[in-house]
């Protein structure tokens, strides 16, 4: 069973730029499909990222496409979340996630990850 760790998190300016990190630990973690999720105060949980465990494939919402890139070091068990050009609207608590299905995956569906982080807070101030 993995854990996740979140960090990186913090306050930042309009325009800068984070980079949040989700170490994992226990499992494998090369055999784990991996999504960034956020959840927006007053809002739901939304989809942000996802890259698939073998070719590395990404996707993105529409909202952080062209503003944050969504990698993984396997060898170092660690995802990671560039985000760039921050917006007061991307303020959230950011969550990683890992899920175990490999193949035909719902990247998008939060029920589709099996294990979560405890979350990391970004706020944007304008």
């Known amino acids: 069973q993995v854990q996740l760790i979140e960090s990186g998190g913090g306050l930042i300016q309009a325009g800068g730029s984070l980079r949040l990190s989700c170490a994992a630990t226990?499992?494998?973690?090369?055999?784990?499909?991996v999504g960034w999720f956020r959840h927006p105060p007053g809002k739901e949980r939304e989809f942000v990222a996802f890259?698939?465990?073998?070719?590395?494939?990404?996707n993105y919402a529409n909202s952080v496409k062209d503003r944050f890139t969504i990698s993984r070091d396997n060898i170092k068990n660690t995802a990671y979340l560039q985000m760039n050009n921050l917006q007061p609207e991307d303020t959230a608590v950011y969550y990683c996630?890992?899920?175990?299905?490999?193949?035909?995956?719902?990247?998008?569906?939060?029920?589709?990850?099996?294990?979560w982080g405890q979350g990391t807070q970004v706020t944007v101030s304008s």
């Open positions: 890259i698939e465990w073998n070719s590395g494939s990404t």
């Open positions: 996630a890992a899920s175990e299905q490999l193949y035909r995956v719902t990247y998008f569906y939060p029920s589709t990850y099996d294990y």
């Open positions: 226990g499992g494998t973690f090369n055999r784990y499909n």
